[in-house]
């Protein structure tokens, strides 16, 4: 990027002043970066510090910026109150639907990858149905379960989860699984290995990131999704996003509470963003370069 | 779903026909269970759709249930509040999206302008994508609290008078378009930024070369090298954009009267407020129909304009074209 490199006919004391500008460009770009960041992560920040705000100073106006007497409190209270609940709840069926997602997902994906083509019909038509917004399926999944009597069950909503993630998964594993090279697997098979051992021993440590990713996502979506779970769940089932939905609209909030839940919400999804974002720069870096 | 468009090529010695059936065997074996969880699940409540659509079907009321043909359809071409909440998701689609796209746009370009500590920064600028859209909703609605919130008391000390922002019949609509946009702007920007990451150094040396400034090089090259990534990033904006419920449920509940509405927000309430299940039905079918026909038209627009990544398949690149050996740590 330095131009002093690129401009040979430059002579010493042009190109320092050019390293200079250029340096100082860059320390510009560095304070703008930070100023957009920050004013870019203001509401969350309020959340978080909201968190720690005793009762007291949750309905002040004007409000105090930082908490003036800082506190816990509000962690145990959100945690008693239903928060803990909906963790579980939300846990629970997030890391089922996850596991079967990539249970049924990986022999599938490896099936495409092997004997299908990238683009293909198949691989299309498994995808699109990840399309689709929510809202539609939804009526058809609220009559199908009042039937089978699977309304307000953690089955019920496992099984709606891994229909929702299980597209994805395949997609995302069928191009990871076409990234390693056949020769590995056709070496195995002329030792003579068995399936299983060519299964464990060959293709699992190498799709092993691509098993992280893939059930990386299907975790985060599983965890934030709302719309199944507000209408095909009642008072059993009781997710997260869901808990919080209803302290938030049908009882007084308590913003300290709130904010104290949505952190520990959100808390696991900010540390796997810088994994998220090197995903998904790479990604989308297709075409030119590399390939 | 019943024929298998076989079009890869098998294993390389797999001209024996014993070989190849127990591919096929094994293509079976391998697909099956998918293929029919997936096929039952889409199908099954997919018919329970159709016949709610075409029947007076509703959930409250034990009358007979009676075929009613296209009735739902055509009663909601003359309800308002269908047109209106049609408005609202088209300006969802075609103001919120394009706005995303300009926005992701100067991040990106911001960000490619630093090279030490982009990654860092990127994490840090993919965090409102990440968390649930009902904390997005409801750290926004603390926010915009009109008397508790930061953001009115500080207007307030510098002398405006701010709306209630949520809760103004004006004023509600464009804030849902800037919570949105700022949930997802963070998305195009990650596209952008592969992007502009795809573009050869020796490119705009070139460029420099032929002694084009930095907005020419900018407007007659790096734009249009882009633009299968915009493409890109619209398509995929838009189908979701469809999907906006969460934020709408949390923050206006619809309201103030209608004025937040869309689609979805419509189609629960009728479904799930009024248990109208035929009529929510029918909106369900008529928003498939709508969001099908948009991407269909989106792709085919970009396909005319360029011969790029968005071309050759018939969804954009996105995250499948992953590959894993960057994964394993290897750099670009």
Redesign the interface.
């Given at each position: 990027m330095t131009m002093s490199v690129s401009t040979p006919y430059a002579d010493v004391s042009a190109a320092e002043n050019v390293t200079l500008a250029v340096r100082l460009s860059v320390v510009v770009k560095h304070v703008v970066l930070i100023m957009v960041l920050v004013l870019f992560l203001l509401p969350l920040a309020w959340l978080l510090l909201t968190a720690f705000k005793p009762y007291a100073e949750l309905f002040t106006s004007p409000p105090s910026v930082l908490p003036i007497n800082g506190t816990l409190v509000n962690f145990t209270e959100g945690w008693a109150i239903g928060g803990g609940k909906g963790i579980g709840d939300s846990l629970f069926v997030a890391s089922i639907s996850t596991v079967l997602c990539l249970i049924l997902g990986y022999p599938a994906a490896y099936a495409l990858a092997r004997w299908f083509s990238a683009h293909g019909q198949l691989s299309f038509t498994i995808l699109s149905l990840r399309m689709m917004p929510p809202i539609v399926p939804v009526i058809g999944f609220y009559l199908l379960f009042q039937e089978l009597s699977l309304f307000d069950t953690y089955t019920g909503l496992i099984v709606v989860y891994t229909f929702m993630n299980l597209p994805l998964v395949i997609w995302l594993l069928a191009e990871f699984i076409r990234q390693i090279p056949k020769t590995y697997e056709e070496a195995a098979r002329i030792d003579g290995a068995p399936w299983y051992r060519l299964f464990w021993d060959v293709l699992l440590p190498l799709s092993a990131p691509g098993i992280l990713t893939a059930g990386i996502l299907a975790m985060i979506f599983a965890w934030n999704e709302f719309l199944f779970a507000l209408v095909l769940t009642g008072e059993k089932v009781i997710t997260l996003p869901k808990a919080l939905a209803s302290f938030f609209l049908f009882q007084q909030p308590n913003w300290g509470q709130l904010g104290a839940i949505g952190i520990v919400a959100i808390a696991p999804l900010l540390v796997l963003s810088y994994y998220m974002q090197r995903f998904l720069i790479r990604s989308f870096s297709v075409g030119s370069g590399g390939r | 779903?019943t024929t298998?468009?076989?079009?890869?090529t098998?294993?390389p010695p797999a001209t024996k026909t014993s070989d190849n059936r127990r591919?096929r065997r094994?293509?079976l074996?391998?697909?099956g269970?998918?293929?029919t969880?997936?096929a039952v699940?889409?199908v099954?409540?997919?018919?329970?759709?159709i016949y709610?659509s075409f029947t007076s079907y509703q959930l409250a009321i034990p009358i007979p249930i009676e075929w009613v043909g296209v009735d739902n359809f055509t009663r909601m071409m003359t309800n308002p509040r269908f047109w209106s909440s049609l408005g609202i998701t088209g300006i969802f689609a075609l103001v919120a999206v394009p706005l995303q796209i300009v926005a992701g746009l100067s991040?990106a370009l911001?960000?490619n302008?630093?090279?030490r500590?982009r990654?860092?920064?990127?994490?840090?600028?993919?965090?409102?994508m990440?968390?649930?859209?009902?904390?997005v909703g409801?750290?926004?609605?603390?926010?915009l609290n009109p008397?508790?919130?930061?953001l009115n008391?500080l207007l307030k000390?510098i002398g405006f008078d701010p709306p209630a922002w949520a809760q103004s019949p004006d004023w509600a609509l464009p804030t849902l378009v800037v919570v949105d946009t700022?949930q997802w702007t963070p998305?195009v920007m990650?596209?952008l930024?592969?992007?502009l990451?795809?573009?050869?150094?020796r490119v705009y040396?070139a460029a420099?070369v032929d002694g084009s400034n930095r907005w020419q090089t900018f407007v007659h090259i790096v734009l249009p090298m882009l633009f299968?990534?915009m493409m890109?990033a619209f398509v995929l904006r838009f189908?979701d954009s469809?999907?906006v419920?969460?934020i709408i449920?949390?923050l206006t509940?619809g309201g103030p009267g209608t004025a937040t509405q869309n689609?979805?927000y419509y189609?629960?309430d009728m479904?799930?407020g009024r248990f109208e299940?035929s009529i929510?039905?029918a909106l369900?079918?008529i928003?498939?129909v709508l969001?099908t026909g948009g991407?269909m038209a989106i792709l085919s627009f970009a396909k005319s304009r360029e011969k790029?990544?968005v071309s050759?398949?018939?969804?954009p690149?996105?995250?499948?074209?992953?590959?894993?050996?960057?994964?394993?740590g290897e750099n670009?």
């Open positions: - | 779903m298998i468009p076989v079009q890869g098998a294993l591919e094994a293509t074996f391998l697909l269970p998918a293929l969880f997936l699940l889409s099954w409540p997919f018919v329970y759709l709610a991040m911001l960000l302008g630093v090279t500590g990654e860092f920064y990127a994490s840090l600028f993919l965090i409102p990440m968390v649930a859209p009902i904390v409801f750290s926004w609605n603390l926010f008397i508790y919130g930061p008391n000390a700022w998305f990650i596209v930024l592969a992007g990451n795809s573009i050869p150094q040396e420099r299968p990534y890109v189908i469809f999907r419920f969460d449920y949390i509940r689609l979805a189609t629960y479904g799930f299940f929510a039905g369900s079918i928003q498939l969001l991407t790029g990544p050759d398949s018939p969804l690149p996105t995250v499948f074209n992953a590959s894993a050996h960057t994964f394993q670009p």
